[in-house]
């Protein structure tokens, strides 16, 4: 089992540590509802090195990225870009950041779970193209400072000013004996920024973070996520979703020349069956992953994340139904054990997200 940087740290904070994608990660400290909220109101710091950093290096660097990326990346400096990996029948691989250091120096932040996997696609697809591809996940950590007052104190924490980046936004900027890059960037629905550097920078920018940041673990960091329908992989994304089944179709762009898995994903484009939706529970129970979803005496999806929200205290959840039941109001079941609990599909995200897009002095 792989261990972040910050392991003994988190056991120093008495975390609880659970496996999550081949990691010891931390859960929870105080309890996930006090440092949900804790983002929701104030500031919390998470440790997301787990996180995969790939290196694409070389002069067809941009071209490569757009080939194996669904999304355009431009060679607009200093911009994040969400983007999929997408497989040759059409389904989701990854989701991943995409980072243009410039159009020669690309970095590419994976999902835990999925680090190997993707490095090993990447080095199948290189084919001719003029670069080097290499994984540094090792060598680097990353954390995330998220909620409303993150800005408050990110300037001082870094001694330099990064609150003039908007949302989706990144600078590399010196810090110590090194350099760090910082995006206001985040998987809370919540204004905030991600650091990524050499691991000891991570661990010295943690400790320091905790003068005036929460410490907070992945059980609130799905919770949050949830609330603004961010997807995960493995429940909303997977090898057996398409991108236009999840609400991805923004991060899909069929106009751009050939990418892997064009031809496949404008036949799914046309042929979708399938919807990701949020519903409400309207009768007592919580919708839990994979619990089947009814209609008619007939099932026609299933839940692929459900929770008690903690912000807006309702019994809330995403399923992936028959496009034919999707619309706000349809009504259907979901089998809750032996219950049948009925549920509304409602509008998403359940959470209005807050992101910076300018900075207000």
Same mark, same amino acid.
């Given at each position: 089992?792989?261990?972040?940087?910050?392991?003994?740290?988190?056991?120093?904070?008495?975390?609880?540590?659970?496996?999550?994608?081949?990691?010891?990660?931390? /859960?929870?400290?105080?309890?996930?509802?006090?440092?949900?909220?804790?983002?929701?109101?104030?500031? !919390?710091?998470?440790?997301?090195?787990?996180?995969?950093?790939?290196?694409?290096?070389?002069?067809?660097? +941009?071209?490569?990225?757009n080939?194996? !990326?669904?999304?355009?990346?431009?060679?607009?400096?200093?911009?994040?870009?969400?983007?999929?990996l997408?497989?040759? @029948?059409?389904?989701?691989?990854? @989701? +991943? #950041?995409?980072?243009?250091?410039?159009?020669?120096?690309?970095? #590419?932040? /994976?999902?835990?779970?999925?680090?190997?996997? @993707?490095?090993a696609?990447?080095?199948?697809?290189?084919?001719?193209?003029?670069?080097?591809?290499?994984?540094?996940?090792?060598?680097?950590?990353?954390?995330?400072?998220? !909620?409303?007052?993150?800005?408050?104190?990110?300037?001082?924490?870094?001694?330099?000013?990064?609150?003039? #980046?908007?949302?989706m936004?990144?600078?590399?900027?010196?810090?110590? @004996?090194l350099?760090?890059?910082v995006?206001? %960037?985040?998987?809370?629905?919540?204004? !905030?920024?991600?650091?990524?550097?050499?691991?000891?920078?991570?661990?010295?920018?943690?400790?320091?973070?905790?003068?005036?940041?929460?410490?907070?673990?992945?059980?609130?960091?799905?919770? #949050?996520?949830?609330?603004?329908?961010?997807?995960?992989?493995?429940?909303?994304?997977?090898?057996?979703?398409?991108?236009?089944?999840?609400?991805?179709?923004?991060?899909?762009?069929?106009?751009?020349?050939?990418?892997?898995?064009?031809?496949?994903?404008?036949?799914?484009?046309?042929?979708?069956?399938?919807?990701? /939706?949020?519903?409400? +529970?309207?009768?007592?129970?919580?919708?839990?992953?994979?619990?089947?979803?009814?209609?008619?005496?007939?099932?026609?999806?299933?839940?692929t994340?459900?929770?008690?929200?903690? %912000?807006?205290?309702?019994?809330?959840?995403?399923? +992936?139904?028959?496009?034919?039941?999707?619309?706000?109001?349809?009504?259907?079941?979901?089998?809750?054990?032996?219950?049948?609990?009925?549920?509304?599909?409602?509008?998403?995200?359940?959470?209005?997200?807050?992101?910076?897009?300018?900075?207000?002095?």
């Amino acid at each position: 089992m792989k261990k972040t940087i910050l392991y003994e740290k988190h056991l120093e904070l008495n975390a609880k540590m659970v496996e999550f994608g081949g990691f010891l990660m931390p /859960v929870s400290y105080e309890g996930i509802t006090q440092e949900h909220e804790a983002v929701r109101n104030n500031v !919390g710091v998470f440790d997301v090195s787990h996180m995969g950093e790939i290196i694409v290096e070389g002069q067809d660097a +941009l071209k490569f990225v757009n080939y194996i !990326g669904s999304n355009l990346i431009s060679d607009e400096i200093n911009k994040v870009t969400y983007t999929l990996l997408i497989n040759e @029948d059409g389904y989701v691989i990854d @989701d +991943l #950041l995409v980072y243009v250091i410039t159009p020669q120096k690309i970095l #590419l932040v /994976v999902n835990a779970s999925n680090i190997e996997k @993707d490095f090993a696609w990447l080095l199948q697809n290189k084919g001719t193209f003029n670069l080097n591809i290499r994984n540094l996940s090792d060598e680097y950590g990353l954390i995330a400072l998220q !909620g409303p007052k993150s800005k408050n104190n990110v300037n001082q924490l870094l001694e330099h000013i990064v609150t003039d #980046l908007n949302f989706m936004q990144f600078k590399i900027i010196p810090y110590k @004996d090194l350099f760090v890059i910082v995006s206001r %960037t985040g998987y809370t629905g919540e204004d !905030g920024f991600e650091i990524y550097g050499r691991t000891h920078l991570i661990v010295d920018l943690f400790n320091e973070s905790l003068n005036f940041a929460k410490p907070c673990g992945l059980g609130c960091r799905d919770t #949050l996520r949830f609330e603004a329908c961010l997807p995960l992989y493995g429940h909303e994304i997977s090898d057996e979703i398409t991108p236009f089944e999840a609400g991805l179709g923004f991060a899909v762009k069929l106009k751009k020349p050939s990418f892997i898995g064009k031809e496949k994903l404008l036949l799914h484009k046309q042929n979708q069956t399938r919807k990701l /939706v949020g519903f409400k +529970l309207l009768d007592k129970g919580i919708a839990r992953e994979s619990y089947p979803i009814m209609k008619n005496d007939k099932e026609i999806g299933y839940v692929t994340t459900g929770y008690l929200s903690p %912000t807006l205290g309702s019994a809330l959840g995403l399923a +992936l139904v028959d496009k034919n039941y999707s619309n706000i109001g349809d009504q259907f079941y979901v089998s809750i054990r032996k219950n049948q609990v009925l549920a509304e599909v409602i509008q998403k995200p359940f959470y209005t997200k807050k992101y910076q897009t300018e900075e207000k002095n």
